[in-house]
């Protein structure tokens, strides 16, 4: 399976700031996913990220809120953006596998994000 | 949407014992998965599953697509400290690439 790396690991911010998480893959994968995972909770999608358009949101998730870049087929961003302290969770990437793996994802080891 | 209803929430058990956890849909399912999470870290897929009926085994884990399609299984054998954590189900609906995740087992195993 691909390796995916996430940068930061973790952060602590200040209301009303905003901050970039990156995601990179060691291969060329069809498709990525941003995820939250509030305090003891589950996984949320928050979106798909597309390679060259448009990022996919899911309901109660918003571009202003969390832009999404994906430049090319290693890499994505995601903005949490004018951040409060409900913003505070885990931050995932996922890509699907590839072949017959296609219905797997496989995640990235998450960026911990406090809020104060 | 689909939901994905995850029992039980939480396990103590004694190093060697057997475990069993599952989930259940609304809905019908196409692909299941099961994935285990550290601390402090993202999940890790633990067993793919893709046909009704099917049975998998990774190691001291088992994993079965239930035969209605709208559940799943996984068994752990001879439970071992590192087996703590916190264990996700999820699925997704025919021709769909998104998951949707039950609220997770969280296992602690007693040495």
């Known amino acids: 399976s691909a390796v995916i790396s996430q940068k930061p690991s973790r952060d602590i911010c200040q209301r009303g700031t905003s901050l970039t998480i990156q995601c990179q893959v060691d291969?060329?994968?069809?498709?990525m996913f941003w995820y939250r995972q509030q305090p003891g909770q589950s996984l949320t999608l928050i979106a798909t990220?597309?390679?060259?358009?448009?990022?996919?949101?899911e309901s109660g998730f918003v571009i202003d809120k969390f832009p999404i870049s994906r430049p090319n087929l290693t890499f994505s961003t995601l903005t949490v953006s004018n951040m409060s302290p409900e913003d505070s969770s885990i931050y995932l990437c996922?890509?699907?596998?590839?072949?017959?793996?296609?219905?797997?994802?496989?995640f990235g080891p998450g960026t911990r994000l406090t809020v104060t | 949407g689909q939901q994905l209803n995850q029992s039980p929430q939480s396990m103590f058990i004694q190093e060697g014992e057997d475990v069993s956890m599952n989930c259940t849909s609304s809905?019908?399912?196409?692909?299941w998965l099961w994935y285990k999470q550290d601390p402090g870290e993202g999940p890790v897929l633990l067993i793919a599953?893709?046909?009704?009926?099917e049975l998998t085994s990774n190691g001291r884990l088992t994993a079965q697509f239930g035969i209605t399609r709208k559940d799943s299984f996984l068994n752990i054998s001879a439970s071992i400290p590192s087996d703590v954590g916190i264990y996700f189900c999820?699925?997704?609906?025919?021709?769909?690439?998104?998951?949707?995740f039950g609220k997770g087992t969280k296992l602690s195993v007693i040495p």
């Open positions: 996922s890509v699907v596998g590839q072949g017959a793996r296609t219905y797997e994802q496989y």
């Open positions: 291969s060329q994968v069809t498709m």
């Open positions: 990220a597309n390679q060259g358009s448009e990022a996919t949101y």
């Open positions: 809905s019908i399912f196409n692909t």
């Open positions: 599953l893709y046909k009704a009926g």
């Open positions: 999820a699925g997704s609906i025919a021709g769909s690439y998104q998951l949707t």
